[in-house]
């Protein structure tokens, strides 16, 4: 998420770390100082070998990856309801594609490598309270992947960290999927592109995982173009393009896989702000979607997961993430074939120079700059809908609000959760941004209606501030899913304390 003036998290990268990482001192090639970048290396495209459910194999290097198992989309008459009738809030119908090729990866780059003793200098100079002991040296590649959108077969792009000097023999190791905030909204705007994340992701990795950041569907980092802006906090793009990089863990050529390091398919998932709103549509579309994958857990910190409720205020109040629904109706509206009908929810001239803001820069500058009522920039009748508590029923925006809400979709949840499977919900007690008081209300909703949930407020904690300093406690929670400890789940939302990587004066 971003503040109402479209500025907020762009300058704190990725999940809020990246600010602190950056103060450690990264390369001047953007590698964070671990290494330096490669060249583009082709591997087999869209209907070429090395599926899903195959090895991948090279006559030099390369550790032996695991018995990854192939795509499996929906097959159930529960889950083929939604796969073959997944559109909404007035969308042209598609369905979604079910073959091999999800996942399967077109090119990697090399970005660079790290020491296990420079990521240890990178972190206790960036001052990160995290419960990692890093073991392994690691290598950065990113990577382009075929996922889908709206029933096409599209690329995306992804990091991948992988611990290059795991010992032979060493079982399969666990994947660590990492949801970031908001960067922007066209290609080139990924996470990928943020000389900070390599370090971040490495970090992970050393202590034992495989770590991978994808960009989201129209953040693509490579060539050639997406050609159309990234649907921004839709949760079906970005939680399929997520699930996708998942998938394209198990297809990793043989430059990539040194070492004795081999994949699992096991996975935890953490994301902060946009991530965290991403992170719980991983929960809720996996068992549709990607349900040979087995997710242990999932953390989501300052989750917008009342969109109708934080569209609501947005709506009501001149606040901060009043920019937010500027940008959600910007960026999404063509991905619901509603750009046309901007003029609807926004006076002129709002409703040509957002969407145009928004493909022209991964800083789009500050919308609201000079506006003081909502007037200035709202069409009446939304307005009046959402004064009046009927947003819902304002066609295509209420819907579009309604259906990336977790708490009012029309998907619903159907995962048979294991006993060890848990979320973190974790909001912060200063957050400028989404609303905490209504994100409590949508914990108690959600864990009451079957989500099994934890609930951490961080206290005096920002939104950009807060998943820092609950990384501690969100690095935790993954080790003990992990473990398989039980997971009881607590439907109250508890008052806030201070979260473990809450810097001290």
Not at 79 to 105: E, H, S, V
Not at 456 to 462: I, K, T, V, Y
Not at 472 to 483: G, K, M, S, T
């Amino acid at each position: 998420m971003m503040n109402g003036k479209l500025i907020g998290i762009f300058g704190v990268a990725l999940l809020g770390l990246g600010a602190n990482v950056v103060a450690c001192g990264g390369g001047d090639d953007g590698t964070g100082g671990g290494g330096t970048t490669g060249t583009t290396t082709s591997t087999a495209g869209p209907g070429g070998s090395g599926g899903a459910g195959t090895e991948t194999t090279s006559s030099t290097g390369g550790g032996a990856p695991s018995d990854f198992p192939a795509p499996l989309v929906a097959g159930t008459p529960e889950t083929d309801a939604l796969a073959n009738a997944p559109a909404r809030c007035g969308q042209a119908a598609y369905t979604w594609l079910k073959g091999d090729n999800l996942g399967k990866i077109t090119a990697h780059e090399a970005q660079g490598g790290y020491t296990k003793a420079l990521l240890e200098t990178l972190l206790v100079g960036a001052k990160i309270n995290v419960p990692l002991q890093l073991k392994y040296a690691v290598e950065t590649h990113l990577i382009t992947y075929v996922t889908q959108d709206r029933g096409k077969e599209v690329e995306a792009t992804a990091l991948v960290a992988w611990p290059s000097d795991v010992p032979e023999g060493t079982p399969p190791l666990p994947l660590l999927e990492v949801l970031h905030g908001t960067t922007g909204f066209k290609d080139g705007c990924g996470a990928t592109a943020d000389p900070t994340l390599g370090a971040l992701a490495s970090a992970f990795a050393s202590s034992g995982f495989i770590a991978v950041v994808p960009d989201y569907i129209g953040l693509k980092a490579t060539p050639p173009a997406t050609g159309f802006l990234h649907p921004y906090l839709v949760g079906q793009a970005t939680a399929i393009a997520s699930l996708d990089a998942v998938r394209a863990l198990g297809q990793l050529p043989a430059e990539i896989r040194t070492g004795g390091a081999r994949v699992s398919p096991r996975v935890a998932v953490i994301g902060g702000s946009q991530g965290g709103h991403a992170a719980l549509w991983v929960d809720r579309l996996a068992p549709y979607y990607a349900r040979e994958l087995e997710i242990v857990g999932v953390a989501a910190t300052v989750p917008p997961a009342d969109m109708l409720g934080e569209g609501t205020l947005a709506l009501t109040t001149l606040r901060n993430s009043t920019g937010n629904m500027v940008a959600f109706f910007g960026a999404s509206s063509g991905w619901y074939g509603a750009d046309k009908q901007l003029s609807t929810a926004f006076i002129a001239p709002y409703d040509t120079s957002v969407p145009t803001a928004l493909g022209a820069s991964c800083d789009p500058g500050d919308f609201l700059q000079n506006v003081t009522m909502l007037g200035e920039v709202f069409q009446p009748a939304l307005l009046t809908a959402a004064t009046s508590g009927t947003l819902d029923k304002v066609a295509p925006w209420g819907c579009m609000a309604e259906e990336n809400g977790l708490t009012t979709t029309s998907v619903k949840r159907i995962q048979k959760d294991a006993a060890s499977y848990g979320i973190l919900y974790v909001t912060g007690g200063n957050d400028e941004l989404v609303d905490t008081p209504t994100e409590r209300v949508a914990y108690g909703a959600l864990c009451k209606a079957g989500m099994p949930l934890h609930y951490l407020e961080c206290q005096g904690s920002s939104h950009s501030k807060t998943t820092t300093w609950a990384l501690p406690e969100i690095l935790e929670f993954v080790q003990a899913r992990l473990a398989g400890e039980a997971f009881t789940p607590a439907c109250d939302a508890t008052a806030a304390s201070v979260c473990k990587g809450t810097p001290t004066p």
